[in-house]
């Protein structure tokens, strides 16, 4: 009986409802799910690490070829190279998602994108060294580990390497890869432009189509989207070249045979494979047989060592358009002897042959100008190739202080999000005391202080370790223009915070004492003790945790182009989105409440944790532009559970209040009058079944005092997501 696949059938409820909100997002990868138990801390293991036994290991193993997956030239370096790259290389500064930092190119849909045919290979090569060292060695850290080593093996003097990635053990569904539903294919293009968050063209590439845009063979147009898809993983164009033309120093492409003997990816192929995917029926399929790209080229005279052989043959020879065995467009050097080496006959020589993103570099003039100075001074292309393959594999890693092992570099760069060392004493209780009461009565409002907090911190994105309110940038260019700051009030708030800091200066001072506190610290103070009061006005005197020790950075310290692509266009905690236009409530990724939830996994929250910062947030008060948009409460700047009671109150009818199904009005049913305005953000905790259920508990009469103590428990998390400067100490 001929298999005509799997069987569809409705069983998960996005299966029956693909629109609904979907809260999963907030609930994977939770510690108790991790096989070594809630209580394993891989950060303490791996400081036992014997790295250096592990880089010899390594070696070892990247010359000794298995018959199971011949290494081309006889050296697996530009496979663990290429395994590296594409594991960071899904990285973009969006929204921080992808990249190596968790192992996640060992699950779907990474490790089945077109791009990674062959990887997978690459990771079962690794399973001995993962298997000697267990515990004390994640995937995240073997992959980019062996890819830098690899370099190091064929002659490149890198920068160093971070230990410190922790595995996940299910697959990350955080990311929205893309709107398609076959993989190489794009639906990401409006009107244009590249969609954001996305940096790859097309679905199941980490950059670009190397064939040429859509599969045309133009290296101008190539150049075009290179440029976009480099720039949206953060990278210029001098790292992108360097990075391009590194890379191709090493190994082949493979394309023996047309993709029609091409099998399953990993997930979809028989059981008895074992988790291979890619199976590929011709003649051995493997080693001169295999398939990976579809291109057949190797680019170098030296594809296991170090050298500008890419570069030198890229500008001596015209290039002529063909095909490879697989049937894609690739170029090969007119009038050129065979001089580069076959990868597993020694008595063979082939033509130098490139594709036409690697023409790209040649034919754009931007490109081609940092290219021909690369070829011209080969130490300054290696260090620069170091410089952004270091970058390229730890831009997800956060600052310095999350780097451990003896080979971190001493270099700190802008992209780390560097902070001064602090030089001077920390605040005490008594101090913390006096300076809530001088907040409080500064004249600055409830709202202000919290929303202010909120915005300082609430940058935070665990994706990338990037952003919060160590540092308060906040103050600086370009987050104090922000639109969703409010930059004109910021301005005022902030010249509130820097003349009681100047006051407690010149105070300390007369004292004779080295303490200080900088706006960091203040500004999250400012939101704690608003909270306090706000709290004690409700009927409650609770004290909100707060630990200093945070630092001002410098406007240098900033990277300020990767903080303009990052401007907020939506927040829905604090009730702000850029441009209701864009809803389409047939599509829930253009919604606000889907911007919500992604952000709050992006701050590491459960699904209670978002409810119940939404209520309290809307307790007090603290909405963009201070508008009564969910604010359900006769007392704002009181902190109550009375947005979750008014929202589930069933003597309000609600109305939509704009054309764009983002405003809505809440009217009383007796007398019909208005009485409550929110936006669909604000809906769905009353809408949605599961969020329902918890703004229930909210609700309740029995909860006023649970709804302070989880909201203050949650306010301090979020306070503190940031602070690797405390968490690494207890690791020392």
């Known amino acids: 009986m001929k298999n005509e696949g799997p069987k569809r059938r409705k069983r998960w409820l996005t299966d029956w409802w693909p629109n609904r909100l979907n809260l999963k997002i907030l609930r994977q990868n939770w510690p108790i799910s991790n096989p070594y138990g809630k209580d394993y801390d891989y950060l303490k293991e791996v400081q036992t690490l014997d790295v250096d036994a592990v880089i010899k290991d390594l070696k070892d193993l ?11 030239f006889g050296h697996y370096g530009p496979l663990f190279v290429r395994l590296a790259w594409h594991s960071a290389g899904s990285y973009r500064i969006y929204d921080g998602r992808g990249g190596a930092r968790n192992g996640s190119i060992r699950f779907p849909p990474r490790i089945n994108w077109p791009d990674n045919i062959g990887l997978d290979k690459a990771i079962r090569l690794l399973w001995p060294i993962k298997k000697k060292y267990g515990k004390k060695l994640s995937w995240a850290d073997l992959i980019i580990l062996a890819g830098t080593i690899a370099l ?24 929205d890869w893309g709107p398609e539903a076959e993989m190489l294919t794009s639906q990401r293009v409006k009107e244009g432009e590249l969609e954001k968050p996305f940096a790859a063209t097309e679905m199941g590439l980490i950059y670009v189509n190397p064939e040429g845009p859509g599969g045309n063979p133009d290296p101008v147009e190539s150049a075009k989207e290179i440029r976009i898809a480099f720039a949206r993983m953060g990278m210029n164009d001098e790292e992108t070249v360097a990075l391009i033309a590194g890379g191709h120093a090493f190994g082949k492409c493979h394309g023996a045979a047309p993709d029609s003997y091409l099998g399953p990816d990993p997930s979809s192929s028989p059981i008895e494979q074992q988790g291979l995917g890619w199976e590929f029926r011709y003649k051995s399929g493997k080693g001169p047989d295999a398939f990976t790209s579809g291109f057949e080229l190797t680019w170098s005279l030296t594809p296991t060592r170090w050298g500008i052989y890419y570069l030198k043959l890229l500008f001596e020879y015209e290039w002529e358009l063909t095909k490879s065995p697989a049937g894609k467009y690739q170029w090969v050097a007119k009038d050129a002897p065979e001089m580069i080496p076959d990868a597993h006959d020694a008595y063979k020589k082939h033509k130098p042959m490139m594709l036409t ?24 292309f290696e260090k620069a190739f170091a ?22 570099p001493k270099e700190e760069f802008v992209w780390q999000d560097p902070l001064p060392e ?11 005391d006096e300076l809530k009461g001088k907040i409080l009565a500064s004249g600055l409002s409830i709202p202000q202080l919290v929303y202010t907090a909120w915005s300082s911190a609430a940058t935070y994105r665990d994706s990338d370790r990037r952003g919060g309110a160590n ?6 260019y370009p987050m104090n223009e922000w639109e969703v700051n409010h930059p004109e009030d910021l301005r005022k708030i902030l010249s509130v915070y820097e003349k009681i800091q100047q006051n407690f200066r010149e105070e300390q001072v007369r004292k004779g004492s080295d303490k200080r506190v900088s706006i960091a610290d203040l500004i999250v103070l400012g939101g704690c003790a608003a909270i306090e009061e706000a709290a ?9 945790p707060f630990t200093p020790g945070r630092v001002d950075a410098e406007q240098e310290q900033v990277e300020v182009e990767f903080y303009k692509a990052i401007e907020p266009f939506a927040d829905g905690f604090r009730n702000y989105l850029k441009d209701p236009r864009e809803i ?8 606000p409440e889907y911007a919500l939830v992604d952000q709050a996994q992006l701050l590491t929250l459960t699904v209670p944790e978002m409810v119940i910062l939404i209520g309290g947030l809307r307790g007090l008060g603290a909405t963009y532009h201070y508008t009564h948009h969910g604010v359900l409460t006769e007392n704002p700047g009181v902190l109550t559970n009375d947005f979750f009671v008014n929202l589930l109150d069933m003597g309000i009818e609600w109305k939509q209040a704009d054309e764009h199904r983002y405003l809505f009005e809440g009217y009383d049913r007796t007398t019909g009058k208005p009485k409550w305005t929110a936006t669909r953000v604000d809906l769905i905790f009353g809408h949605h079944d599961e969020l329902r259920a918890i703004a229930e508990v909210y609700a309740s009469d029995d909860a006023k005092e649970k709804f302070l103590r989880d909201f203050i428990a949650t306010w301090d998390k979020v306070m503190n997501l940031d602070r690797f400067d405390v968490k690494m100490k207890t690791l020392s």
């Open 471 to 476: 540092g308060a940038y906040i103050r600086l």
């Open 62 to 72: 990247m010359r000794t070829p298995q018959d199971w997956w011949p290494a081309d």
């Open 536 to 544: 004690r006005k409700a009927g409650f005197n609770l004290t909100v």
């Open 387 to 408: 410089t952004a393959w270091f970058k390229l594999t730890h831009r997800d890693m956060g600052p310095k202080s999350c780097y451990f092992g003896p080979y971190v």
């Open 357 to 380: 993103a690697d023409l790209a570099l040649r034919f754009d003039p931007a490109y081609a100008k940092i290219a021909k100075r690369f070829l011209e001074h080969p130490e300054e």
């Open 422 to 432: 602090r030089d001077y004493e920390l605040i005490e209780e008594s101090d913390i």
């Open 152 to 175: 190091e093996d064929m002659g490149v003097k890198t920068l160093g390497f971070s230990l410190g990635r922790e595995d996940i053990y299910e697959p990350d569904e955080s990311p």
């Open 584 to 591: 389409d409530e047939s599509d829930i990724y253009t919604t």
